[in-house]
Nanobody, 126 residues
């Protein structure tokens, strides 16, 4: 089992920055090769993929709308993954979730992920 807890959300003005963190516990990065992803869900919308990082940190992938603005990273020694969000826009407003999948691939579909956090709210005002 892997438990995930997100933090770092909040209210920010358009153009601002936030850094989300996801702390993993349980049978974590030292036991499995775990890809970590970030998803988001805006009110009335489906949960959508944002970014993913491979178990080693050597591979990343982003959805087009955040490329050049968001950066995903991880620290396996701390069992943590991060999402640095710059140049935030009102359309980035959502609940952000981190997710874990025991794989060496870069999964982008929410159905591929085994473990999920509870989410952290990000609100970007115009």
């Amino acid at each position: 089992q892997v438990q995930l807890v997100e933090s770092g959300g909040g209210l920010v003005q358009a153009g601002g920055s936030l850094r989300l963190s996801c702390a993993a516990s349980g049978r974590t990065f030292s036991t499995y090769r775990i890809a970590m992803g970030w998803f988001r869900q805006a009110p009335g919308k489906e949960r959508e993929f944002v970014a993913v990082i491979s178990w080693s940190g050597g591979g990343t992938f982003y959805t087009d709308s955040v490329k050049g603005r968001f950066t995903i990273s991880r620290d396996n020694a701390k069992n943590a993954v991060y999402l640095q969000m710059n140049s935030l826009k009102p359309e980035d407003t959502a609940v952000y979730y981190c997710a874990a999948d025991r794989t060496t691939r870069l999964p982008r579909e929410k159905g591929e992920y085994e473990y999920w956090g509870q989410g952290t709210q990000v609100t970007v005002s115009s």
